[in-house]
C-alpha cells in the first residue's frame, strides 16, 4: 500500500502513541496491538492514506535505485495472482518465517507500508505492514477481521500493484482481527486509523479485491487511464 509523503507525515504525527501490548494468559490469544483512535485538528482535516511513496526530489539515487529492484518483485496489476484467493497457511515454519521475512524486506525497499503475499505471487493467507518507521515489520498469518467499529472514513489510497493509482476508498476507522504470528502463536490485534486501513488494504488483497474495486466509476476511469500512462511511460 501506498501514501504520498505530505499525508504519511501527517498520518505519522497523528500517530505518534505506539501501539500498546497487553499480555493475555497463554490459553487465550494475546493482544499485541491497540492502536489509539487518531485525534484529528479541526484545523487540518486531511484524511489519510495508505502506502508510503514518498516525492522522487525526496528520494536519494541509492535509495531509489532499492526501491525499483524491489518493485520488479511486485507483481502489478493484470496478473491473475491478484485476483485469486490466498490459501490458509497449514503450518507456521521456518520456511514460512523466511517468506515472511523477504516480504518485509521488499515491502520496505519499496517504500510502502503493508504488502500481501499474493502480491509477490504466493497464494499464503499471509500479511506484512509497518505504518511507523521506528516500529518493526509485523506479520499476520491467516488474519480475519471479527469486528469493525460503526465509524468509516474516506481516504485517497494507493497500491504497489498499481502503480501511478490514487483512489478514494471509504473503510471502518477501527477494527479488531484475529490472527497467528510468526511464532504460530494466535493473537488478536484492535487497531484504528492508518493501521487499521493498512490491515483491512492487506487484506482485501487476500480476498483477490484491489481498490479499484471499491472506487467510483469515474475514479476508476481515471485510475484505468493511469495505468496505461504508466504502461507507456515505463
Known amino acids: 500500500m501506498r501514501l504520498d509523503a505530505e499525508r504519511a507525515a501527517g ?6 502513541e505506539a501501539p500498546c501490548i497487553a499480555e493475555r494468559p497463554r490459553a487465550r490469544p494475546k493482544l499485541v496491538a491497540v492502536a489509539e483512535p ?18 522522487e526530489r525526496d528520494v536519494d539515487p541509492v535509495r531509489a535505485a532499492r526501491r525499483d529492484a524491489a518493485l520488479v518483485h511486485v507483481r502489478k496489476f493484470g496478473d491473475p495472482v491478484l485476483r ?3 490459501r490458509p497457511v497449514e503450518r507456521v515454519d521456518n520456511a514460512l518465517r523466511t517468506e515472511i521475512e523477504r516480504m518485509g524486506r521488499l515491502m520496505n525497499d519499496a517504500m510502502g507500508v503493508g504488502l500481501a503475499a499474493t502480491q509477490v505471487g504466493v ?3 499471509v500479511l506484512v505492514y509497518r505504518v511507523q518507521q521506528q516500529s518493526p515489520v ?18 485517497e489510497e494507493g497500491c504497489l500493484s498499481l502503480p501511478a493509482v490514487l483512489v478514494d476508498v471509504a473503510r471502518p476507522i477501527h477494527v479488531r482481527v484475529r490472527a497467528l ?13 492508518l493501521e487499521a486501513r493498512v490491515i483491512q488494504h492487506e487484506i482485501d488483497h487476500l480476498d483477490g479485491v484491489l481498490i479499484l474495486d471499491r472506487a467510483t466509476r469515474e475514479q476508476r476511469k481515471e485510475a484505468m487511464r493511469a495505468l496505461r500512462e504508466a504502461q507507456r511511460a515505463a
Request: hydrophobic share 35%; charged share 40%; proline share 7%.
Open 11 to 16: 498520518a505519522r504525527d497523528r500517530e505518534r
Open 38 to 55: 487518531i485525534k484529528r485538528e479541526e484545523a487540518n482535516p486531511e484524511p489519510e492514506g495508505e502506502v508510503i511513496e514518498p516525492d
Open 84 to 86: 485469486a484467493r490466498a
Open 123 to 125: 497464494l499464503h493467507r
Open 138 to 155: 509485523a506479520a499476520l498469518i491467516n488474519p480475519e477481521i471479527e469486528w469493525t467499529g460503526e465509524e468509516a472514513e474516506s481516504a
Open 181 to 193: 504470528n510468526e511464532a504460530g502463536d494466535e493473537i488478536v490485534v484492535e487497531a484504528s486509523g
